[in-house]
């Protein structure tokens, strides 16, 4: 059974900018999250889509948005990119809410 | 607003040595999730415990969850070079969202 494949690994932009993060969950799976890691903050909850409806978003700025298409693949969009942007992109996708499987994550760098 | 702390934050230590990593909050949760993660990847679910007071073992590895689903602790016996990572525990709140824990980071020295 594939995993939680997220795309691109890396990914350099410049300040102001904007970026797609994508997320392909892994088959049967329903509900994909996302999260930025960071030093600093450790693992923070963006947000989590179930059957392309987001049903619980965390404390980030609206320059944060995603979306989830009708085969559970998701997109995580930020706009206007901050410098404190840069961080690992971690997309997880679960078939029952005590699992949370992981990608390899996108790891950002914003300059 | 759930907080998950998490202590010591680094170890390290010698092969075969055993040691305890706890994780702590102030709030009850519906379940808590342990993870490992190594440098450039995403976390892999260890194991996930539901019923307060709760102990499952994974070979050398040893979880419980307290009785009152407000703590949790990560027994390693023997450890091995192989178990260095940045281990974190999640706790379940609301409808698939997680809080993570601040993380403890392992380094087994051979």
């Known amino acids: 059974k594939a995993g939680v494949t997220q795309t691109p690994r890396y990914l350099i932009k410049t300040r102001g900018q904007q970026v797609t993060l994508s997320c392909s969950p892994i088959s049967g799976h329903r509900s994909v999250s996302w999260y930025q890691q960071t030093p600093g903050q450790g693992l923070q909850f963006l947000f989590e889509y179930f059957s392309e409806t987001q049903r619980n978003k965390g404390n980030f700025p609206g320059r944060f948005s995603g979306r989830q298409f009708s085969n559970s693949r998701s997109e995580m969009n930020v706009s206007t990119l901050e410098l404190g942007d840069s961080a690992l992109y971690l997309c997880a996708s679960s078939f029952k809410r005590d699992e949370a499987f992981f990608g390899q994550g996108t790891r950002l760098t914003v300059v | 607003t759930q907080l998950l702390e998490q202590s010591p934050q680094f170890l390290s230590i010698q092969e075969g040595e055993n040691l305890t990593v706890y994780c702590n909050s102030s709030?009850?949760?519906?379940?808590l999730q342990w993870y490992r993660q190594e440098p450039g990847e995403g976390p892999v679910l260890l194991v996930t415990?539901?019923?307060?007071?709760e102990v499952k073992k994974l070979k050398r590895l040893t979880f419980q969850f307290g009785d009152a689903r407000k703590d949790s602790s990560l027994h390693i016996t023997a450890a091995q070079p192989g178990d260095t990572g940045l281990y974190l525990c999640a706790g379940a709140s609301g409808t698939y969202k997680y809080i993570f824990g601040t993380g403890t980071r392992l380094k087994v020295l051979a």
């Open positions: 709030s009850v949760f519906s379940s």
């Open positions: 415990v539901v019923t307060g007071g």
